[in-house]
């Protein structure tokens, strides 16, 4: 699954690229459902190591965060926004690093589901 959304991301990027319009591409920033026993998927010790890689990933840009350690953890994490961080990955690997910048600006897991809100700020060239 992971190749096939790095892939669509890029496709993304390169439909969106060329166009002569501000852009915005949003994603879910739900990560894991696993968060308290007493919700519908219950507790597990891999929400706190996925959520951790995913800020890590947000904060920092640091791929390997998001495709090899959240990746490892999702499955018991429950993650539905997993599929959409990791397409957006994807864009981003068609970014010169010097024209890309992140900001984590929330994080919090209120109930039994962690989430994240951050922005990617692309700008210049490609």
Same mark, same amino acid.
């Given at each position: 699954?992971?190749p096939e ?21 949003v994603v ?19 929400? %706190? !190591? ?7 990933? &947000?904060? @920092?840009?640091?791929? #390997?965060?998001?495709?090899k350690v ?6 018991? %994490? !429950? ?7 990791? &397409?957006? @990955?994807?864009?981003? #690997? ?33």
């Amino acid at each position: 699954m992971v190749p096939e959304l790095l892939a669509l991301g890029r496709h993304l990027f390169t439909y969106l690229d060329p166009l002569d319009l501000r852009v915005a591409v949003v994603v879910s920033g739900d990560l894991a459902h696993t968060w308290s026993a007493d919700g519908p998927y219950g507790f597990s010790e891999h929400a %706190a !190591k996925f959520d951790a890689a995913v800020q890590d990933w &947000a904060r @920092q840009l640091d791929r #390997d965060a998001l495709i090899k350690v959240a990746a490892k953890h999702v499955g018991e %994490a !429950k993650s539905c926004g997993f599929p959409g961080l990791v &397409a957006l @990955q994807g864009v981003i #690997d068609s970014v010169k690093p010097d024209n890309l910048h992140s900001v984590l600006l929330e994080y919090g897991h209120p109930l039994y589901y962690g989430m994240m809100c951050a922005l990617f700020d692309f700008q210049g060239d490609a």
